[in-house]
Structures are given as C-alpha cells and as structure tokens.
C-alpha cells in the first residue's frame, strides 16, 4: 500500500511542471505540435524565471532568434508528428536541425541567467526535445 502511494506521489509531482506549463498533451493526442517543439515564449520566461529588465530584451531575443531560424524545420517536423510518422521523425534532417537549435537556444539562455533562476528552468523544463532516461 505504501509503494503504491509513493508511485502516485511521484507521479503527481511529475505532472506539476506539466500542468504548469499548460498541458504536456503532444501531437497525436491533442497537443499541438508546433508547440511542442516551440521554446517558452519571453514573457513566460519573464513570470517563471523572475527575469530582471536587463535579462528581458535578451532573452525576447533569443526567442524571437529561435523561432524565426527554425520556423521552416519545426513545420516539416509538426507535419510529420500530425501524420504519426514518428518512425520517419528519427534522423530526419529537420528534427536535427530543431534538437540543435534548441540545445543552442538553452545554453545561450542558461548563459543569461543566475544559478538560481537556471536551476527554475531546469526544474520546469527537464531534458526537452531529448531523449529521456530508459528511452530509445
């Protein structure tokens, strides 16, 4: 009884960041996939991380950076996850080009932000567009 209580906990505390987030629905189960492969916009960036004025205009560039250089990729890639082609997803040319985006995206953040704010971050955005522990 206790076990299955703490597997519950554990999920519910799993799901927070999640809800937070508004959703962690993907494609395919009526998520929106341009979403999911966007990155936090500025200004949920600015309420969730506390930002400063001078950490602002910063990171609204690195969004806006990240958005209009992946723009053309995160469509090839959204059609394929609303056609539920994920096996034509791996090694595609476009998913790569995102997952990099993206990694650049977050170390150009996290290089804006104090110790504290880029622990929130990690806290509200554990490992996105990569693989997850136990996964393939």
């Known amino acids: 009884m206790k076990a299955r209580l703490a ?9 927070a960041p999640l809800a937070a987030q508004g959703g962690g629905m993907g494609a395919g189960r009526g998520g ?3 979403a999911m492969l966007s990155v936090p916009t500025a200004e949920v960036l ?8 001078e950490q602002q205009p910063k990171v609204t560039a690195l969004v806006a950076a ?11 890639v959204a ?19 995102v997952r990099e985006a993206r990694m650049k995206f977050t170390t150009d953040l996290k290089a804006l932000l104090t110790a504290d704010q880029v ?7 554990p490992q996105r567009m990569g693989r997850r522990p136990g996964g393939n």
């Open 7 to 15: 597997v519950l906990s554990s999920l519910v505390l799993l799901a």
């Open 119 to 125: 622990a929130k971050y990690d806290e509200l955005y």
């Open 32 to 34: 929106n996939p341009m």
């Open 79 to 97: 059609k394929l996850m609303e056609a539920g082609d994920m096996q034509a997803m791996r090694g595609n040319p476009a998913m790569a080009k």
């Open 66 to 76: 990240y958005d209009s250089t992946t723009k053309t990729d995160r469509e090839a």
């Open 46 to 53: 600015t309420e969730q991380l506390a930002l400063t004025a």
